[in-house]
């Protein structure tokens, strides 16, 4: 009966709308009928989904009334926003600005990492991190939705106080999945932008919302478009909006990913078709030539949703109101509108430790007292993210004894600390003897205090080796700290000239030591200390280039660096400043103490959208001392003269410029990489004290760069000065 009142239903509508105007509005001197109640159901679809701001658009200008709204995954964002009272424009403008391929990884930006994150991303340049908190573990979800979460905290943030979700300015509903109970879940009240997270949940993409016993993800598992949501909101019509696809061919269900998600598909489109059944009018979108991914592509996506609304005018213009009618409508919806700017008068962290609590209240007091700013909010919980303990913060207002204060809910890490963070370095320089080194980095945390951390090194391969330091603050929000350390390795060491090998050394080194340290800000630390220790240089093949020595090394150092730059491998913007003194009171091959100083520099700057320079600049010396047993620096092999053999040239003192630039030809899909970039470099330098160098050693090189989740990957080749040439690749450190 359902289906044939649902099928007659917009042909009555059509009559109803056409018929006098004595028969819609009442004979003088009767009441008026009341009008029959819209609701619109939204589907989910990732980036498809976005064709319904377009429907909306079109309803918008059309005077079309939503006086129910209901949608699943980006349909229920979609329709989450719209029901807050944001506009198909100013939904539009809020896309335009979105960096979505920031959401989509959801990774701290490098900028907003911790000091020591920073180091640890340049040691091990890649994205793989597993928990070993309950064992060896992996996230819930590749994407622990951070970013998202913000910009839905942002844009509900009006609506802390909310009886219902029926209180909008449109009532709303969204679906999601819950995994403990295998059913759908339709939220209707709580916290808004908890429901909006819990129904874009992608299973593997975004980790689970978790509330209590429930586990929440993406509701299109079990009910992809709600009309019968909408239908039990108290709908009288149920307005569908479909999102067509392209049917999936045989040929390109190969790999496990597109098995994974055509098993997916299979199961959401058996839900939809009861979706449809359920709707008295279908707004069907013909998105056949995007995909789910093709976020980037939103403007021709919207554009589609707008002319599918049109190209249905002469359905959907029954349900339009007249300009008197339109009018009431949008008084009553903005009258429910919340746009007041709340002004925290404390802050509350709840989530985490009590000691962790009190750090995120300290770094966050200065939005107390203040109206609340979004724009300065989000990106002061994104660098608490940077720390490494917290997967994700989000924010809302709370009253407490008639005041209203600032809620910060952490997600801390539930796979970690400890973590591993395992690298891969295989070293292409020479093509007749490629070089290869498995790491990893243990990292426990509050070992010795909050804030405390201790890092240990594993080394396999080329090098052989472990390495370990506690680094441990004074006090809790202390800038100065203690880090002893300890180091043994055995290594490889090769010297080469152009692509002919002259000799293999085995080199051991141990030493233990100690540091004072004062870290300024995220960006720059310097230390100073004393370590002890034994080298141990012995030729295996070859002819002697250097000393074979063995014995104690003592030396003081001091230490700076600075980091302003956007990548810890390869950069676009900003610089990079290091600078070591040492000064040697023991080392095997000699018995004067002498100085060792070095130091580098380098700059990116962007040209374009796609394109930057960069220059480098770097050198070391001795300070007039020769006597120094082994040579103190080498230059030779990739991005160190790169035409050159490995080591070919060493002594006490050298300089070494770079400069060149990068241009982005390729991105990486979100889970497998960033950028791949072509990248060409001119290097010169030259080495003092050494007898097998010319003149003024320089080369052009040129290749592909691309970041990839294993660490950055490059290919290509160099020709320099005296007949220097080479190809080669490297996976791991490239500047």
């Known amino acids: 009966m359902r289906r044939a009142f649902s099928f007659l239903m917009p042909f009555v509508l059509l009559i109803f709308a056409a018929a006098p ?42 005077h079309v009334p939503v006086d129910f709204i209901a949608g699943t995954s980006m349909g229920g964002l979609v329709g989450g926003f719209y029901a807050t009272g944001l506009s198909p424009e100013e939904m539009k403008n809020l896309i335009a600005r979105l960096d979505w391929d920031e959401i989509l990884r959801d990774r701290t930006a490098y900028e907003d990492l911790s000091f020591l994150r920073k180091q640890d991303q ?36 009006p609506y802390f106080a909310l009886p219902s979700f029926d209180a909008l300015p449109v009532p709303f509903r969204c679906v999601a999945t819950d995994l403990v109970s295998a059913k759908q879940f339709v939220f209707k009240n709580g916290s808004l932008a908890e429901a909006l997270r819990a129904t874009i949940s992608i299973p593997g993409a975004f980790t689970p919302v978790q509330d209590g016993q429930h586990v929440y993800v993406d509701g299109g598992l079990v009910n992809n478009l709600p009309t019968d ?48 059944a359920d709707a008295d009018a279908v707004v069907s979108v013909p998105l056949e030539h995007f995909l789910s991914g093709d976020f980037a592509k939103n403007v021709p996506i919207m554009q589609a949703g707008y002319e599918a609304a049109k190209g249905k005018s002469k359905l959907l213009s029954g349900f339009a109101l007249d300009d008197a009618g339109w009018s009431e409508y949008v008084n009553a919806r903005d009258s429910r509108k919340q746009t007041t700017t709340p002004v925290p008068q404390f802050i509350e962290v709840q989530g985490t430790s009590a000691p962790a609590q009190e750090d ?233 103490s002498f100085p060792v100083l070095d130091a580098r520099i380098e700059f990116f700057q962007p040209v374009s959208q796609a394109a930057s320079f960069f220059l480098s600049s770097e050198g070391g010396s001795t300070l007039g001392s020769r006597n120094t047993g082994v040579p103190q620096f080498f230059l030779g092999g990739a991005s160190r003269l790169s035409a050159y053999g490995v080591n070919e040239l060493f002594g006490n003192q050298y300089y070494l410029f770079r400069g060149g630039y990068l241009h982005e030809i390729a991105s990486l899909p979100p889970f497998v990489g960033k950028k791949v970039y072509a990248i060409g470099a001119y290097e010169a330098g030259k080495m003092y004290g050494a007898g097998n160098e010319s003149k003024f050693p320089n080369d052009f090189a040129a290749g592909v760069l691309a970041e990839t989740a294993l660490g950055p990957f490059f290919v290509g080749g160099s020709v320099g000065d005296n007949s220097h040439h080479k190809w080669f690749f490297q996976l791991g450190h490239v500047f």
């Open 360 to 592: 995120v209240r300290r770094y966050l007091k200065k939005f107390i007292g203040k109206p609340l700013n979004a724009d300065q909010l989000d990106p002061a919980l994104t660098q608490l993210t940077g720390g490494g303990r917290y997967n994700t913060l989000n924010y809302r207002i709370v009253e407490r004894n008639g005041s209203q204060g600032l809620l910060i809910a952490v997600k801390e890490k539930d796979f970690a600390p400890p973590t591993l963070q395992p690298a891969f370095e295989v070293d292409g320089s020479e093509a007749g003897d490629i070089e290869f080194t498995l790491g990893t980095r243990l990292t426990l945390m509050d070992v010795a205090g909050f804030r405390s951390e201790w890092r240990t090194d594993f080394l396999f391969g080329n090098t052989y080796g472990v390495s370990s330091e506690l680094y441990r603050p004074f006090r809790a929000e202390s800038k100065w700290f203690l880090a002893p350390h300890a180091d043994a390795s055995d290594t490889t060491f090769q010297i080469y000239a152009k692509n002919d090998p002259l000799a293999d050394y085995r080199i051991y080194r141990m030493n233990i030591g100690a540091d004072l340290g004062y870290g300024f800000s995220r960006f720059s630390e310097v230390r100073m200390g004393y370590e002890v220790g034994v080298l141990s240089a012995k030729l295996r093949l070859g002819t002697p280039q250097i000393p074979a020595v063995d014995g104690r090394v003592g030396a003081a150092r001091m230490r700076y660096l600075m980091d302003h730059t956007d990548d810890p491998v390869i950069p676009r913007r900003g610089f990079r400043v290091e600078s070591t003194f040492h000064w040697l009171d023991a080392s095997p091959g000699t018995t004067n």
């Open 21 to 62: 105007s004595s028969l819609a509005q009442g004979e003088p001197g009767t009441a008026a009928k009341p009008r029959l109640k819209i609701g619109v159901a939204l589907e989910g679809g990732g980036a498809l989904g976005l064709a319904h701001i377009g429907v909306l658009q079109w309803f918008e200008e059309q």
């Open 122 to 157: 340049r040691a091990y340049p890649n994205s793989l991190v597993l928990g070993l908190r309950k064992g060896l573990y992996l996230p819930a979800g590749l994407n622990a939705g951070h970013q998202i979460g913000l910009l839905i905290d942002r844009e509900t943030l």
């Open 229 to 276: 949501v909408v239908r039990q909101m108290g709908a009288d019509i149920v307005i569908a909006v479909h999102l067509e696809t392209q049917p999936v061919e045989a040929k390109n269900i190969q790999s496990l990913l597109s098995v994974l998600e055509q098993s997916v598909r299979v199961v959401v489109s058996e839900n939809e078709v009861r979706g449809l």
